[in-house]
């Protein structure tokens, strides 16, 4: 009896229909493929149905053991299989399926940083935003941002020299792009800003995408003042101008981030045999999952911990961690394609009211 039959055989004896993830593994035990299904024993035995040069059949080919665990539902088999995906990079599993409505707004780590608009988020020393649905709303906010705080977009390859950068040659370089002379520059790949000036400006947008837009409407504001008082009626105009934009792309990125962050409640999700399940979901990352809650101790017990978890949440910074990005678009995705299980979703205060279940 060949390998792949006894596996068949093994599957058909002991794997049932219930929702869970699988594993499939090699010759020396390394992970091949981790996949999930709400029911494990018919995906399985599909893969032995599979055709020659079909995906599956290469798979199943190569498999030497399999092993799977249940889950309660079907959105606890999404998220087990993510994290197994994750954990152990399997060789046959592509890229994890991502959602490309999203995108995240990225302030780079070179010598003079950069905006950019990103379709994810790396461990790469960056600080990002989001995730943020409408690519194209995101890009024409940032690229105004990033014109009214004078931030170069060129490529992160362009050498940078500071005005306070020694030059043995005392040379003056030209811009190498157009923005510098339409003021919408500092230019410090010419020397045209010390580091300082150009990272008050990075600062200032920074503060921004963290939601405090008063400090670069207030220095814009003193800057009008000061220009008016030296009669410098035309540049007080275009400053004015600016101050406005400035208050349209901070109502576009709240308007944005409401998006995301209206995935704040709680998930209840009703599992296989009565093993419930309740998630607090914080901006789609999913901050603490509860079994059981059938006694008053229980219940107790959750409440306390969902406090302390949404009273950390709130007092971190607003930007997303890389790591987290995965498991946010994820939840994200969940809720946009079933509409019936966001209303199924609660506020975070209904958790010190919940009953057990029946």
């Known amino acids: ?37 709400i029911r ?43 994290r197994e995906i994750k954990r152990w990079r399997p060789i046959y599993n592509v890229e994890h399926k991502r959602d490309r409505q999203y995108c995240f707004i990225k302030l780079t780590r070179d010598r003079a940083p950069r905006l950019l608009v990103v379709g994810d988020a790396a461990l790469d020393g960056g600080i990002y935003f989001g995730p943020f649905r409408g690519r194209t709303r995101v890009r024409e906010a940032i690229r105004e941002l990033a014109d009214l705080l004078e931030l170069r977009d060129c490529a992160g ?20 792009c157009i923005r510098a002379e339409l003021r919408r520059c500092l230019a410090p790949c010419a020397g045209h800003c010390t580091r300082a000036e150009y990272f008050e400006r990075v600062e200032l947008a920074l503060r921004f995408l963290e939601g ?12 009008m003042r000061l220009a008016a008082e030296r009669l410098q009626f035309e540049y007080a105009a275009t400053l004015r101008d600016r101050a406005a934009r400035l208050d349209a792309v901070r109502q576009e990125l709240i308007a944005l981030r409401d998006s995301v962050g209206g995935l704040t409640f709680l998930y209840p999700v009703a599992g296989h045999g009565g093993d419930d399940r309740l998630y607090l979901i914080h901006r789609g990352a999913i901050l603490a999952e509860f079994a059981g809650l059938a006694s008053p101790a229980d219940r107790e017990a959750a409440v306390a911990r969902c ?10 910074p607003p930007h997303v961690h890389p790591t987290k990005v995965p498991e946010i678009l994820l939840v ?21 009211e919940l009953r057990p279940s029946a």
């Open 40 to 82: 494990v024993r018919t995906r399985l035995l599909s893969y032995f149905r599979a055709t020659r040069g079909e995906k599956a059949a290469e798979i199943i080919a190569h498999t030497h053991s399999i092993d799977w665990e249940y889950v309660p539902s079907e959105f606890a088999s999404l998220l087990a299989e993510l």
């Open 332 to 352: 994200a995705r969940w809720f946009r394609l079933r509409p019936e299980e966001r209303a199924k979703t609660l506020p975070i205060d209904a958790l010190a």
């Open 212 to 223: 405090d837009a008063d400090r670069p409407l207030a220095i814009l504001a003193e800057r």
């Open 157 to 176: 390859s362009i050498p940078i020299k500071y005005a306070d950068q020694p030059d043995l040659f005392g040379h003056v370089d030209s811009p190498r």
């Open 1 to 37: 009896m060949s390998s792949t039959q006894e596996l068949r055989q093994y599957v058909r004896a002991h794997a049932e229909n219930r929702p869970g993830i699988y594993r499939m593994r090699g010759p020396g035990g390394e992970m091949l493929y981790v996949g999930k299904s």
């Open 307 to 316: 406090r302390v978890l949404i009273e950390q949440a709130a007092t971190s």
